[in-house]
């Protein structure tokens, strides 16, 4: 805890919170590519304190409101959702992902993870197989799979994973 305490006070933290008061406010100006970095890790370097969560979504969904193609906006602002139990939210995040990256595999594999908390184990099947069939060695994935199919009772077909 001492080392969050020690981060969250940091030059580089407080260089990025200025410098986020510096921007313009309000929908009718135009952000810079790296400016709008400045939303994304800032909410990267919040995101670990439980007392900050609130703040990092809210930067990331500022990234995405200025860039909405931002896959890994989308990611982080999904991982988010899923650590506070968010998961419909999660699952949109992911989706949203994949939308603009079909092929990013570990959107496949987070969706995957939403969707067996939301209960559509079907579905999570479906993308733990996608991010498979784009990476064989996923580990994440196969150890998904490998879970829901043993949860399911279908040992059997785990085995040639």
Do not use: W
Not at 21 to 38: E, Q, T, W, Y
């Amino acid at each position: 805890m001492a080392m969050t305490i020690r981060f969250c006070n940091s030059p580089l933290l407080q260089a990025y919170t200025h410098a986020i008061d510096l921007m313009p406010s309000g929908k009718s100006f135009r952000v810079a590519p790296s400016h709008i970095n400045v939303y994304y890790n800032l909410a990267n370097l919040i995101k670990n304190d439980p007392a900050r969560l609130d703040q990092a979504m809210a930067l990331y969904q500022q990234a995405i409101g200025m860039r909405p193609d931002f896959v890994e906006a989308h990611m982080n602002l999904g991982d988010l959702y899923l650590q506070m139990n968010q998961t419909l939210e999660a699952r949109d995040s992911f989706l949203k992902a994949l939308h603009y990256n079909p092929g990013y595999i570990d959107a496949h594999f987070n969706l995957g993870t939403a969707l067996v908390k939301l209960g559509r184990r079907k579905e999570a099947e479906e993308s733990y197989r996608r991010a498979l069939s784009l990476n064989p060695s996923h580990i994440h994935a196969l150890l998904g799979l490998a879970m829901l199919l043993q949860d399911e009772g279908r040992q059997k077909q785990a085995l040639p994973l």
